[in-house]
């Protein structure tokens, strides 16, 4: 394995500027979230949205696609905010055209949160040619290969103290 040089100014290469093979795995992981970062900037843009609102969407998309139902007290646990929060939140998606709410099925009391069927096809076009982009980098990789790259991502994770999985645009 060739390891990145560098101009020397990272606080974790070594003499003259190349990196040891645990840092050149770290650094691959920094420029990894760099690029993700990116991505996810430049799609909350093209579709007018904040990160909560853009969490929100795909865990709402992902519940409609396991048959779930989700009600304003589901969102406001999985993104972590106050149910006041919650509830500008559901009126910008609903505002936006991303979500509706509608009378919960057996609680007359409750609604529940549905995303559109355009916000469904907005997110596929907005996302799907990376999605697949991706998802061949990880189809190329080998069964043990593929076991290596989820035990050491599961290894970071908890090394990060993650504690909880939270909803991700991939």
Known sequence: MVLPQSDGSGY???PGGQLDSGAAVLKALRDYRTAEQSIRRSTRDSMGMGE???LALRFLLR???SGETVVPKDLSRILGITSASTTSLID???ASGHVRREAHPTDRRSVIVVPTVESDQEVKVTLGAMHRRMMAVAEDLSA???RIVVQFLSHMASALGEQTTSPEIS
Request: aromatic letters at 14%.
């Open 12 to 14: 974790w290469y070594g």
């Open 52 to 54: 909560t609102d853009l």
């Open 63 to 65: 519940a409609q696609a």
């Open 92 to 94: 910008r998606l609903v």
């Open 144 to 146: 043990e290969e593929a």
